[in-house]
């Protein structure tokens, strides 16, 4: 299994404009998390999907940030207009949840985002 | 708030030795808690995971032990090696299905 695959692996843009974070889930997880990590706040969770349906988005900062999650092996994480503080590494993750709690995060290697 | 706070300062041990990594949390105890290794440039990647009612739990050269009353995990890595450097964090369970995130503990193991 090739694991939880998110691109680009690096994102260098300017204020002001849309970027676009992409994560592949494992095949036959049906639960997705967005993550954003800094050194200030660690990882944050940022929305929560169950079966392609948000669950949970309390975590999305502000109505700049949009998730999609169209079909069970695609989801998107949408920035616009991105601003210097949105720069951090913006993590997928998948699980199977079978027993809340007790499912193993598996992650993808984070995007790395820099806005100028 | 459920805040769960790990020391951020770096823990430097030599090879051989039993490192020892905090994770305090606050308000109320997590029915779960996980810990995960993150290398640098990666994602974390799930270690191990303790239930409320368990004392201790043990994986190969590491474990993990939670105290309700401490409100506090500890986590060992007996006879480390340089490969075990990278930064450990705990993670509670909130609710059913979010966990929370420490800041993370960054490890080196000298030669």
């Known amino acids: 299994d090739a694991g939880v695959i998110q691109s680009p692996r690096h994102e260098v843009t300017e204020m002001g404009q849309e970027v676009t974070l992409r994560c592949k889930p494992i095949s036959g997880h049906n639960s997705l998390f967005w993550y954003r990590q800094t050194m200030m706040r660690g990882l944050e969770l940022l929305i929560y999907?169950?079966?392609?349906?948000?669950?949970?988005d309390s975590g999305m900062p502000e109505d700049r940030f949009s998730a999609k999650m169209p079909n069970a092996s695609f989801s998107t994480l949408k920035i616009q207009p991105s601003e210097p503080r949105d720069s951090a590494v913006y993590f997928c993750a998948s699980s199977l949840a079978v027993q809340g709690g007790l499912e193993t995060q598996y992650f993808g290697p984070g995007t790395r985002l820099l806005v100028l | 708030s459920q805040k769960i706070e790990q020391n951020s300062e770096a823990l430097n041990i030599q090879e051989g030795k039993t490192a020892t990594l905090t994770c305090n949390y606050t308000?109320?105890?997590?029915?779960?808690l996980q810990w995960y290794r993150q290398d640098p440039g990666r994602g974390p990647v799930f270690l191990l995971l303790i239930r409320e009612n368990e004392k201790e739990k043990r994986k190969e050269r590491l474990k993990v032990t939670f105290d309700t009353t401490l409100k506090q995990s500890l986590f060992h890595i007996t006879a480390s090696q340089p490969a075990d450097s990278a930064t450990y964090l705990c993670?509670?369970?909130?609710?059913?299905?979010?966990?929370?995130f420490g800041t993370g503990t960054r490890l080196k193991v000298l030669a």
């Open positions: 993670a509670r369970l909130s609710g059913t299905y979010k966990y929370i």
């Open positions: 999907f169950n079966n392609n349906v948000p669950i949970d």
């Open positions: 308000n109320y105890s997590p029915a779960y």
